[in-house]
């Protein structure tokens, strides 16, 4: 593993929105106290392996996840806006039912996977799942290339860690998902080389006292 990079990619812990499978996307929702808990937990199994810097997205559900790992370390959490969850638009701040009920044919473009579908714009401007995956990618190998740092943590979204996922393993946007992205799950990448590599994924022991909801909505 000499000269191995190597990124803790986590998901943030659980939200009351995550909890009633509300869409969150860019709109700012803190951690709930369960979502606590699973930071706190998550940053004890970590307590003792080695990092050279902690980054999270600038929303608070990310920065709250990753200050428990930073204190763990002794290390301040750099924030970085590009580690956001994808923009989603109108479809942000309603429940699954709603979105589906006020925007059929937007939302059965997302459930179809549409890699260019851009939603009714909200608060914010929709991104299409191409523009979000190419954001996100970019953003993730730019810190990987961090100086002085071989090991880093990344606290992020569940958008972020399908779309490093499926760029891993060359699998492209349409299949299903079937893999889980769980609130405050650990999932480590390897690079040795040219390419990265998936050593673990799903890390959930530390979460055995608790539970974890599968990602849905970031």
Known sequence: MSGALEILLIRHGETAWNAERRLQGYLDVPLNQHGQRQAEAMAAALADERLDAVFASDLQRARQTAQALANAHGLPVQTEPGLRER?????EGLLYDEIAAH???????WQARDIDARFPAGRHAAETLREFSQRALSVVERLAQS?????????THGGVLESVYRSVRDIGHLPARDFEIPNAGINRLVRDGASWRIDSWAEVAHLRQLTALDEIDG
Do not use: K
């Open 147 to 155: 100086p002085g740092c071989r090991r880093i943590a990344i606290v």
């Open 103 to 109: 925007f059929p044919a937007a939302h059965a473009a």
């Open 87 to 91: 923009c989603y638009g109108a479809f």
